[in-house]
């Protein structure tokens, strides 16, 4: 059949079929885009011709789109996707930050930005970047470092083995990220003779990995000889809906659990060996177990500074590490046994070679008194309802408010270390901070995506003041696609959580206020959302439960106290203060800093 090279690359990724378990599904859901001269004559008529195949949102900045695609993908648990098209030029490199952040956070993004005219013949085009060195460099090599695939498609016929290499990555456990195939705008309109095998249903399984059966043996035996192990559950688990198999574990073994931002919901928070939040935002429960484990298995996590606490929270002389990971590349973290492998099929495989082996009582007592001592201070932190409103207070009116399988959504600021800390879970896809790249401005578009994967879900987005300024405009797609969104604007005046961390290393806060009389809610009112302005924990809550009725985009905006954060429990992060400087603050927090870089391991 004879297709251009756009329409035959829309009537491929439309035919796509992804499949785990038995159980399959359509792997797109759809294309987000914003057209210019580098795509609206290839793809953007592709689309045109055939609105049936494709679902077509149009959005308003190509960054936030392709946030939109994360949270949709994150939510499916990587079983689905959506494609991103843009122009050339900066639409193209718009999409660069929202392709990091895909590939930090292991979640499949399909982007495919315009490229300048493979011909060379209008050279420079509009937008074209010229290296006098270079004829191949454009600015789409930007996106190389951030893609776990890229290709140039600069022939129509090289769409195939672009789009198959695409999909094998795209569906990859292990390699999963952004995916990057740029197409200059005349390939995009030239036609070829495409076989129809091409454009046939495909259906990509989705394995389950089982582990070195020498590794597992190792595991076991290391986790049999533990005497104060601690699980510690990353994303993995939740991609691999593992949590049902991570429970039966704990329960058999008595072996407590600490999550990280991505694997949060791996237990319901009232679960005995939930000792919730693990690391530089964690809880005094994990970090205290932590700190004395003598075996730590790590789950499908990447280790971030955040869990390790900057390789601090683990301070046992002894400690050593089991990972189960897809990735190699984090199995083999921390010197770790390593099992390269699905968490679901090796958790199921570890119970079976712990048959009869548990931790002993008093550990487990200890873990299950420390996890109810962390939920009594959770309950005192969403006490607090003095104005100006506490943040811990916000949250608490926002988790009463939800139901088990409603979604919380952010991304940066004060905000995710507290959620991650205070949040009371109750469904494995109920947590959603994206602390992979802690982007600003990925919040209002990361509940798109997550309502268009879940929409029999509830999707509550909390952002600061700071991140709703970076990236207000999607708000208008969501009103546009009448997709449901409760947006909880806190608004404390400024960068808080940079604010305190500047104060922590002497610079008392240097840039981080908003000092302008700025009404933010007007803006989101003036964008299509229905505002409401909430004062108090009373009229927030009356606010949160007017919205559950409603329908389309809700914004309730509440100043808080940018003074008043929740704590650090027996933690540490590592920032490096200046080593010389004329100011004494800077100078005693730099004495504080040598002293608590001792404590970083190596974990050779
Ligand atoms: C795109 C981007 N730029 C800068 C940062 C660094 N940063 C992290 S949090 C933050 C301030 C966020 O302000 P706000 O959304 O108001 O939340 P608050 O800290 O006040 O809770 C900044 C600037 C970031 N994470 N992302
Ligand atoms: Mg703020």
Redesign the pocket.
Known sequence: MRLTAAQALMRFLSAQVVERDGESRRFFGGCFGIFGHGNVAGIGQALYERPDQLRFIPARNEQSMVHAAVGYARQLNRLGAFVCTSSIGPGATNMVTGAALATVNRLPVLLVPGDVFASRIPDPVLQQLEVPARGDVSVNDCFIPVSRYFDRIERPEQVIPAALAAMRTLTSPAETGAVTLAFPQDVQAEAFDVPDEFLEERVWHVPRQLPDAAALRAAAAAIRGARRPLVVAGGGVVYSEATEALRALCEQTGIPVGETQAGKGSLPYDHPSNLGAVGATGTFAANRIAAEADLVIGIGTRYSDFTTASKTAFRNPDVSFVNINVAELDAAKHTAIALVADARATLEQLGDALHGWSVGDEYRAECARLAGEWDDEVTRLYALDEAPLAQSAVIGAVNAAARPQDVVVCA????PGDLHKLWRTRDPKGYHVEYGY????YEISGGIGVKLAAPERDVYVL??????L?LPGELVTAVEQDVKLTIVL?D?R?????GSLSRSLGTDGFGTALNAEVDLAANAASLGAHVVRAESIAELRDALEAAKGGAGVTVIAVATD?ARGVPSYESWWDVPVAEVSEAATVRAAREEYEHAKLAERRFL
């Open positions: 940066a600021g004060s905000m802690s982007c600003m401005g952002v600061g003041d700071g991140s709703y970076m806190v404390n400024g960068y808080a959580s940079i940018r």
